[in-house]
């Protein structure tokens, strides 16, 4: 099973300096058909403003994924972590028994990003945060696995959920493919450039939500960067 959803199906916030879109159900947005995919419980597409960003505010028991796709963001926690995620480049929470954190944009420019939050495995665990380069060469027309519950295996940032965050960049009119396992659920997003996942042709910023596959194949009908995430 296929579906695509939309760009323009999805819930939207603009609150000035925050310009949200919402994959899933989240803050003032609510669809009781899309509160979640798999273990997914939000997919964000934000935008945020130059000299911005969010105060410090509080998460526990939740795996919190932030995909920079350009400009910056830059971190600070309860737990004395600082850092600066750049575009192509990844960071990783683990919000655990609970963690107060601040993510602003320092920069001249927009920065855009896709924030997801998948259910952890591991409540009540030991905070934790973590930041890591990503080149987008090093993953041009093939996946690469960027944050994983296994992450020697992976060599990807660590998060504590039975679930794996992909990326890839393809030139229009290349293919990848990935074997998948139909009892799990994927949810893809191409960030820029439209794409054709299993015979279904999707837009830039669509979410296609999948299940019940043995095997996913995009093709790029113009040149993208692909991120997918694997939960149970």
Do not use: C
């Not at 819930?11 to 009781?32: E, Q, R």
């Not at 600070?76 to 655990?96: E, H, I, P």
């Not at 855009?112 to 987008?136: K, M, S, Y």
């Not at 396992?181 to 893809?188: K, N």
Request: net charge negative.
């Amino acid at each position: 099973m296929i579906e695509v959803r939309p760009f323009a199906s999805l819930g939207h916030a603009d609150h000035g300096w925050l310009n949200a879109v919402h994959h899933f159900s989240f803050a003032d947005y609510h669809d009781p058909a899309r509160m979640g995919w798999g273990a997914i419980r939000v997919w964000n597409d934000d935008t945020i403003a130059a000299q911005s960003g969010f105060p410090p505010h509080s998460h526990r028991d939740m795996e919190i994924i932030t995909f920079v796709r350009s400009g910056a963001i830059t971190h600070q926690d309860s737990l004395g972590n600082k850092g600066r995620t750049g575009s192509g480049d990844v960071q990783v929470m683990s919000a655990g028994s609970g963690i107060t954190h601040a993510e602003f944009n320092v920069e001249s420019e927009p920065t855009t990003l896709f924030q997801i939050w998948i259910e952890t495995d591991n409540r009540g665990d030991v905070p934790r945060w973590g930041q890591r380069e990503f080149p987008r060469g090093d993953r041009a027309a093939k996946w690469e696995v960027v944050a994983s519950n296994t992450p020697d295996a992976d060599d990807a940032l660590a998060i504590g959920a039975d679930a794996k965050v992909l990326a890839a960049t393809l030139k229009a009119g290349e293919t990848i493919e990935l074997p998948i396992d139909p009892a799990r659920h994927q949810y893809l997003v191409s960030a820029t450039g439209a794409v054709e996942a299993n015979g279904k042709n999707a837009a830039p910023r669509d979410g296609v939500a999948i299940t019940g596959e043995d095997r996913l194949i995009v093709t790029a009908l113009a040149d993208t960067e692909l991120v997918l995430v694997d939960t149970r």
